[in-house]
């Protein structure tokens, strides 16, 4: 039985002509083509090269090789070892054309390479590789749905455990810790915990400000279950029970409204999921139509969201002159906002899955 990952290698070697490879250096598309996982992503600790006839994994000393990999594997992945397996690689293979992702590269890297000589360099077109990684197969959907579970009971656990007197920066502490506490889970990103006008900045690091009655309370946060990300935001009114003053009641009210707005757009856009023949720019439309029709337009001060993955952050991102396609299996964030300058910010968000059928 061929493995997930062999059927990932093969499909980008349909895509290469005789003579030709690709090595490429992002983490992520290393994992994707390997399940090689870098357990210190600021530290080099692998290559990946694929040509037509072979795959060839290039490890750091002392790291096991992944079981579902089933290629070469070559140890050494200083610049001066990458460019000598390189080099004996290209007589093997026959090689006449690279493919760098130039952008995973450091310099010290690229000039080693570069010097061997013995074949063209050229700038990998990374479109290629997205369109592979863009559609999710059946583990990764299932990773991924695991994943966007546990995001969920974490954040409903955390505003359950709200009190008054809690900074930022311990609720996030407590957010981040309900969603470690899932066996092979850690988080996909930083969490956002924003409190009133904090959250009107929608990338807020959280601080040193308390949590009142009678506070919005922004939560941004993903869980990321055996490499694979979801992404989730809940925006929420906290007042104790005792708090009947009248500025209380008239804030949640305006809160109120803000938020049905904020949640007609994001029902709006995701009910758009069902279609067929979708482009990104179709979802940012649905989705500022109605926030704009209420006046709001210059409120909502970000995309509507953006694919999600391997990566917390992956194509296509929503946006209005974006006209990629979207294609079956996809899964991608959809996240209107409202934000109101010197008071509060509400965003609505839920990772979702495109079927690409109706």
Same mark, same amino acid.
């Given at each position: 039985?061929?493995?997930?990952?062999?059927?990932?290698?093969?499909?980008?070697?349909?895509?290469?002509?005789?003579?030709?490879? +690709?090595?490429?250096?992002?983490?992520?598309?290393?994992?994707?083509?390997?399940?090689?996982?870098?357990?210190? &992503?600021?530290?080099?600790?692998?290559?990946?090269?694929?040509?037509?006839?072979?795959?060839?994994?290039?490890?750091?000393?002392?790291?096991?090789?992944?079981?579902?990999?089933?290629?070469?594997?070559?140890?050494?992945?200083?610049?001066?070892?990458?460019?000598?397996?390189?080099?004996?690689?290209?007589?093997?293979?026959?090689?006449?054309?690279?493919?760098?992702?130039?952008?995973?590269?450091?310099?010290?890297?690229?000039?080693?390479?570069?010097?061997?000589?013995?074949?063209?360099?050229?700038?990998?077109?990374?479109?290629?590789?997205?369109?592979?990684?863009?559609?999710?197969?059946?583990?990764?959907?299932?990773?991924?749905?695991?994943?966007?579970? +546990?995001?969920?009971?974490?954040?409903?656990?955390?505003?359950?455990?709200?009190?008054?007197?809690?900074?930022?920066?311990?609720?996030?502490?407590?957010?981040?810790?309900?969603?470690?506490?899932?066996?092979?889970?850690?988080?996909?990103?930083?969490?956002?915990?924003?409190?009133?006008?904090?959250?009107?900045?929608?990338?807020?690091?959280?601080?040193?400000?308390?949590?009142?009655?009678?506070?919005?309370?922004?939560?941004?946060?993903?869980?990321?279950?055996?490499?694979?990300?979801?992404?989730?935001?809940?925006?929420?009114?906290?007042?104790?029970?005792?708090?009947?003053?009248?500025?209380?009641?008239?804030?949640?009210?305006?809160?109120?409204? +803000?938020?049905?707005?904020?949640?007609?757009?994001?029902?709006?856009?995701?009910?758009?999921?069902?279609?067929?023949?979708?482009?990104?720019?179709?979802?940012?439309?649905?989705?500022?139509?109605?926030?704009?029709?209420? =006046?709001?337009?210059?409120?909502? +001060?970000?995309?509507?969201?953006?694919?999600?993955?391997?990566?917390?952050?992956? &194509?296509?991102?929503?946006?209005?002159?974006?006209?990629?396609?979207?294609?079956?299996?996809?899964?991608?964030?959809?996240?209107?906002?409202?934000?109101?300058?010197?008071?509060?910010?509400?965003?609505?968000?839920?990772?979702?899955?495109?079927? =690409?059928?109706?």
């Amino acid at each position: 039985m061929v493995s997930y990952i062999a059927k990932r290698i093969k499909k980008i070697q349909a895509s290469l002509a005789d003579h030709q490879a +690709i090595l490429l250096s992002k983490n992520s598309d290393i994992f994707y083509f390997s399940s090689f996982v870098n357990s210190v &992503p600021e530290e080099r600790a692998a290559f990946l090269l694929i040509s037509q006839q072979a795959s060839c994994l290039f490890l750091q000393n002392f790291l096991p090789v992944p079981q579902a990999f089933s290629g070469q594997t070559y140890f050494g992945v200083s610049a001066e070892k990458i460019s000598q397996h390189l080099k004996n690689l290209a007589q093997e293979l026959q090689l006449k054309e690279l493919f760098l992702d130039l952008e995973h590269l450091n310099v010290e890297e690229f000039r080693s390479i570069t010097k061997i000589g013995n074949f063209k360099i050229s700038s990998l077109n990374k479109e290629k590789i997205w369109r592979l990684r863009w559609q999710k197969d059946d583990l990764e959907l299932k990773k991924i749905k695991t994943a966007q579970r +546990i995001t969920k009971l974490a954040i409903l656990k955390t505003i359950q455990e709200l009190k008054v007197g809690q900074s930022e920066l311990e609720v996030k502490k407590t957010l981040e810790n309900n969603i470690r506490q899932h066996s092979d889970c850690d988080l996909a990103f930083q969490s956002i915990i924003a409190f009133d006008e904090n959250s009107t900045l929608p990338h807020h690091q959280a601080g040193q400000k308390k949590l009142k009655s009678g506070s919005v309370v922004l939560l941004d946060a993903g869980a990321k279950y055996q490499e694979y990300c979801a992404d989730m935001t809940r925006t929420i009114f906290f007042k104790t029970k005792t708090d009947r003053r009248e500025r209380t009641k008239q804030k949640e009210q305006q809160f109120k409204k +803000i938020l049905k707005l904020v949640k007609q757009a994001y029902q709006k856009t995701e009910k758009l999921l069902q279609n067929n023949n979708l482009k990104a720019a179709d979802l940012d439309q649905a989705c500022r139509q109605t926030i704009t029709q209420a =006046g709001y337009e210059k409120k909502f +001060i970000h995309t509507t969201g953006h694919g999600l993955g391997i990566d917390i952050h992956e &194509p296509p991102s929503i946006y209005k002159t974006n006209q990629n396609k979207l294609l079956k299996n996809m899964v991608l964030t959809i996240e209107p906002g409202i934000y109101l300058e010197g008071k509060f910010g509400v965003r609505w968000e839920n990772t979702v899955f495109y079927s =690409g059928e109706p």
